[in-house]
């Protein structure tokens, strides 16, 4: 379900949650690309921005181990303050790959999906532009899964596996009744 989830702040500053539709590009270890809309982002020990797993975001982005403060506007641009100089520096833009067919997208866990036939090739656009969602930074999309109709039709589906398991039994016995009158 690749509808938009709901937002929440998190006030850690490399939290990105994308409002709109859109995925961030992270490099696995294999030099292919994987897509997530999960935006909680860190550093690695280089400064490069990276997903919880590791990979990092494509394309590159690296935060100077002197910043002292993250900012992150709604069209992806990156800024830094360096030792708390008032003037931000530009460090980087985030951009997000969009899908003829998000829903053609293949999970390959972790949050992670890689493009497929059926979704089509992603192309890059800015934040806030050509379709893309934008950005806030300190937050985070959680899931868009409604926990209580899951574990509705997970009960439901349980008590039908009960019913069919039972008529089966009936069905077995019924046999074995009729191969002793024999």
């Keep these: 379900d690749m ?4 937002i929440e702040v998190t006030n850690r500053p490399l939290d990105v ?38 990979q990092p975001l494509e394309p590159s982005l690296r935060i100077p181990r002197n910043a002292t403060e993250i900012i992150i506007n709604d069209q992806g641009k990156v800024y830094v303050q360096i030792n708390n100089d008032p003037t ?27 493009e497929t036939a059926s979704s089509g090739s992603p192309t890059l656009e800015t934040p806030n532009n050509n379709g893309a969602g934008n950005l806030r930074q300190r937050s985070l999309e959680f899931s868009n899964v409604n926990i209580i ?10 008590r039908t596996f009960d019913v069919a398991m039972k008529a089966i039994k009936a069905s077995d016995q019924m046999l074995k009744d009729g191969a002793d009158l024999k």
């Design 3 to 6: 509808t938009q989830g709901a």
């Design 17 to 54: 949650a994308i409002q709109g539709k859109g995925f961030f590009q992270f490099r696995m270890p294999d030099g292919s690309l994987a897509y997530s809309r999960a935006g909680s982002l860190q550093q690695n020990s280089d400064g490069e921005v990276v997903n919880p797993n590791g």
């Design 88 to 114: 931000p520096q530009e460090v980087g833009q985030v951009q997000l790959a969009m899908f003829s067919n998000e829903e053609g997208l293949l999970p390959i866990g972790q949050n992670l999906f890689i």
């Design 149 to 158: 109709s899951e574990m509705l039709q997970m009960v439901m589906l349980q």
